[in-house]
């Protein structure tokens, strides 16, 4: 194909050069500007990077004004309805969709490293009574770089399957034991017969005097959340794995830095948020006065699980997991009265013109957390269950940046502090 230029015009130095244009596959344009400081002495500026591309990828598309995401050119509509959280994984890292002896080698992998260092289990008693499931989690992340100090970039590249594996198991153990340490209870051992998230839920709420029963129903949902937060493009926590991962940093540590920038309430913490937001919503019981001040520029409070950097339209995630909530709740014949309050919420908001003039709609968080509730999920580790769902979404991207052109990232700034004094000034 022809290469076309933008035309870049300084106006007060008389002079002018062209910088490339690439399209993506989907026809997104974006002008390459990789050599303008070179030719120029002029940086672009772009903090937040709202206009930023920060890398090509050819894991998850996104189309923020038509709703649209697809992993490796599958419809996430699609993943839902025909595949499992684990097929989804490895679509991720390897671009396609398991044959059965993948499947099988995969799950055999997820098995066998499925236990964790018998050493890290007392790494949970360190903490302070209360401490937040992500905060652990991090920290136990972080810490597995010391008993696998050698998995890096240069090391692993090769071996992606065995350090996804590793990792996506470890975190559903961690994530289970640090639930049952919060309740006080004995944890539960992984368990080679159950599939991925069968065996979750029985870590989760297995017990010596009550046998979990395994539901279904309530693995397919699970199956289904997972796949709709598995990936996101260059979302915070993502762009921070590949920041972090771009400086040959151990893999654990760089998947640690994800799981910290989701823990925060604009991102990945939403969901916790959310719910929060709805109780205090229903005791009140005036939805529009929350509402208005949400659209109140001298209050802090905005409404949790609106809104997103990249959609101006319903998030494509949110309208699955609204759909799948109604059916699961009346399935599970579960009546849920914060289901009411979300509904009236999202109701209002779309038919105001504040909300309509920003183009802010529901986005994923805003009806997951019902469902994990339904499940048995507390809520203090529905950020968690985002970071676990997230994992292979993390790893690809580390992979894909492994494998590429591995510069280190290192943005440039405008310094406009003080300029040249004297300490005697
Ligand atoms: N409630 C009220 N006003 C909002 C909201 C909201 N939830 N979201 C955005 N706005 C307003 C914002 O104040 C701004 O108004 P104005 O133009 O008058 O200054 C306008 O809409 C544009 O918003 P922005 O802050 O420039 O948008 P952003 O792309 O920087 O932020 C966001 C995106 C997701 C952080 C933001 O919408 C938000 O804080 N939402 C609530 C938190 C949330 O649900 N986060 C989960 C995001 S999706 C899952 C994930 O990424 O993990």
């Given at each position: 194909m022809e290469q076309k230029y933008a035309k870049l015009i300084f106006e007060?130095?008389?002079?002018?050069?062209?910088?490339?244009?690439?399209?993506?596959?989907?026809?997104?344009?974006?002008?390459?500007?990789?050599?303008?400081?070179?030719?120029?002495?002029?940086?672009?500026?772009?903090?937040?990077?709202?206009?930023?591309?920060?890398?090509?990828?050819?894991?998850?598309?996104?189309d923020g004004e038509r709703g649209i995401l697809r992993y490796r050119g599958i419809p996430v509509?699609?993943?839902?309805?025909?595949?499992?959280?684990?097929?989804?994984?490895?679509?991720?890292?390897?671009?396609?969709?398991?044959?059965p002896d993948q499947r099988s080698k995969f799950s055999n992998l997820l098995n066998v490293n499925s236990m964790l260092h018998e050493d890290m289990?007392?790494?949970?008693?360190?903490?302070?009574?209360?401490?937040?499931?992500?905060?652990?989690?991090?920290t136990m992340i972080n810490a597995l770089s010391t008993f696998y100090p050698n998995v890096d970039a240069l090391s692993l590249s090769e071996h992606i399957d065995l350090s996804a594996a590793r990792l996506i198991s470890t975190v559903?153990?961690?994530?289970?034991?640090?639930?049952?340490?919060?309740?006080?209870?004995?944890?539960?051992?992984?368990?080679?017969?159950?599939?991925?998230?069968?065996?979750?839920?029985?870590?989760?709420?297995?017990?010596?005097?009550?046998?979990?029963e395994i539901d279904e129903e309530v693995v397919k949902i699970l199956n289904v959340l997972l796949i709709l937060h598995a990936?996101?493009?260059?979302?915070?926590?993502?762009?921070?794995?590949?920041?972090?991962?771009?400086?040959?940093?151990?893999?654990?540590?760089?998947?640690?830095?994800?799981?910290?920038?989701?823990?925060?309430?604009?991102?990945?913490?939403?969901?916790?948020?959310?719910?929060?937001?709805?109780?205090?919503i229903e005791k009140d019981g005036n939805v529009q006065k929350w509402v208005d001040k949400a659209k109140d520029k001298n209050s802090n409070f905005k409404l949790m699980g609106f809104g997103h950097r990249v959609y101006k339209t319903y998030d494509p995630r949110a309208a699955i997991t609204k759909k799948q909530c109604h059916e699961f709740l009346k399935k599970m014949k579960i009546k849920d009265s914060l289901l009411d309050v979300a509904m009236e919420l999202e109701n209002a908001a779309l038919k105001d013109d504040y909300f309509i003039s920003r183009n802010l709609y529901p986005n994923v968080d805003f009806y997951s957390g019902i469902i994990y509730r339904a499940i048995g999920i507390p809520e203090n580790m529905f950020t968690v269950m985002f970071a676990l769902a997230r994992l292979p979404g993390w790893i690809a991207h580390w992979k894909e940046m492994v494998d590429g052109d591995n510069k280190i990232c290192r943005p440039r700034e405008i310094y406009i502090g003080k300029p040249l004094r004297r300490i005697e000034d």
């Open positions: 007060d130095e008389g002079k002018e050069i062209l910088l490339p244009i690439v399209v993506g596959t989907e026809g997104e344009k974006a002008i390459d500007i990789t050599r303008l400081r070179r030719d120029t002495s002029y940086i672009t500026i772009d903090p937040s990077f709202a206009n930023t591309g920060a890398c090509y990828s050819e894991i998850t598309y996104i509509e699609d993943l839902v309805e025909k595949t499992s959280f684990i097929e989804t994984a490895y679509l991720l890292l390897h671009g396609k969709l398991p044959n289990r007392h790494f949970f008693d360190g903490f302070p009574r209360g401490a937040h499931p992500m905060h652990i989690l991090a559903r153990t961690l994530a289970a034991f640090a639930y049952k340490k919060s309740v006080g209870e004995p944890v539960v051992y992984p368990r080679h017969d159950l599939p991925y998230c069968a065996n979750f839920l029985n870590m989760m709420f297995d017990s010596p005097v009550a046998p979990y990936d996101h493009g260059q979302n915070c926590s993502t762009t921070a794995v590949r920041i972090v991962g771009s400086a040959q940093v151990n893999l654990y540590s760089t998947i640690s830095a994800g799981i910290s920038a989701l823990s925060g309430p604009l991102h990945g913490g939403a969901n916790q948020a959310v719910m929060e937001m709805l109780r205090k």
